[in-house]
């Protein structure tokens, strides 16, 4: 027998032994030690709602003198945002956050991306009759009688007059943008700016406030309906 064939055959025995003396037996993990969550850590992620301030930047929507449409949509749903932040279990997410140009896809994009579970858009109104005043809420025309927007532009518009004591134009659909996201949508045009009655409330903050709180309370309602919050008892 060569040296090799000898080499070989040690080999094979030490593996016999090695094997019946299960040294080679996987060894099973030890059991993973119980997970501890913290109070932090238990409490679920809030929920993240797409906040859109209308237009920005080179559009600024209606325009009546030096009252820019997108300037009292921001400061409405900057007001919005910082209500629903306040809330726990729900995040704020802002479409843009100061006077800048956004694409409308780039918006919904943007709602999508942070996972938002419905996009609310603010805007104020605009007719060439000053008489014409109210608030309405509109969902894309293209939405079908079972989609989810209908039931959350419901409830956005019946808080919002609630809030506000605003006439109620209702809810309407409209040809917008909205029919290029799965999630519920909705645009609330919260007044006219050009109103004679409604364009300084609207520029008021405490009206201002009036309405974040009304579009609020008409979200966590549709999130208590849909069951996403827990009603609080
Ligand atoms: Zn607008």
Redesign the pocket.
């Known amino acids: 027998m060569t040296k090799r064939g000898i080499a070989v055959i040690v080999v094979i025995v030490i593996t016999g032994i090695l094997a019946v003396s299960g040294v080679f037996k996987r060894h099973t993990p030890p059991a993973p030690e119980p997970v501890v969550l913290t109070q932090q850590e238990q409490e679920t992620p809030p929920i993240p709602l797409a906040l859109d301030p ?2 920005g930047g080179r559009d600024p ?2 325009v009546v003198g030096d009252v820019l ?1 997108k300037d009292v ?1 921001l400061e409405i749903a900057n007001r919005l945002a910082e209500l629903v932040d306040a809330q726990s279990g729900l995040k704020a997410i802002l479409t843009r956050t100061s006077d800048v140009t956004v694409d409308n896809r780039l918006r919904l994009q943007l709602a999508e991306g942070a996972g938002a579970v419905l996009y609310v858009s603010v ?2 109104n605009s007719y060439s009759d000053p008489s014409v005043h109210g608030a309405e809420t509109l969902v894309d025309d293209t939405c079908a009688e079972d989609d989810p927007s209908w039931k959350l532009a419901e409830l956005v518009q019946k808080e919002l007059i609630a809030a506000t004591g605003a006439r109620d134009r209702g809810v309407k659909k409209q040809a917008l943008y909205l029919d290029q996201t799965e999630l519920p949508a909705v645009s609330a045009e919260v007044g006219f700016i050009t109103s004679t009655d409604e364009k300084d409330k609207l520029l008021d903050p405490t009206y201002q406030d009036k309405i974040a709180r009304g579009l609020l309370q008409g979200i966590l309602d549709y999130l208590h309906t849909t069951g996403q919050l827990k009603e609080q008892v």
Do not use: A, L
Request: glycine share 38%.
């Open positions: 209308g237009h929507g209606g449409e949509n805007h104020t």
